[in-house]
């Protein structure tokens, strides 16, 4: 899984299915948990606190190319959620480290 993460060309077309399977299956029990919220099953800020831990996944090279390739599989108001999310937190990424905007 770490090399998945690291360095997905390297993996064997068995291992990349895994890794993939493995990503689809936690992107999916994500969007669950998301669901839930509208339910009214889970407390928005138990997911906001689980959101916090999907973006720094998601925002690994790796993760994101398999996310935009995915993203038609997931509800789209799931998709809005993370695609925010992971907007925000490069944003506070870049503010954080005082790099120049473009």
Known sequence: MLLGFEDPDV????ERLRFE???SDFLHA???LF???DEGILYKEVWDNLL??????V???SVAAF??????????DFVAAVDMFVADAA????ETQKIPQP
Request: proline share 11%; net charge positive.
């Open 11 to 14: 993996l064997s077309p068995v």
């Open 21 to 23: 399977s493995v990503l």
């Open 30 to 32: 994500y969007q669950v």
């Open 35 to 37: 669901a839930r919220v």
């Open 52 to 57: 916090h831990s999907l973006g720094p996944t």
């Open 59 to 61: 925002q690994q090279p």
């Open 67 to 76: 996310w935009e390739k995915q993203k038609p599989e997931f509800r789209s």
């Open 91 to 94: 944003v506070d990424a870049v």
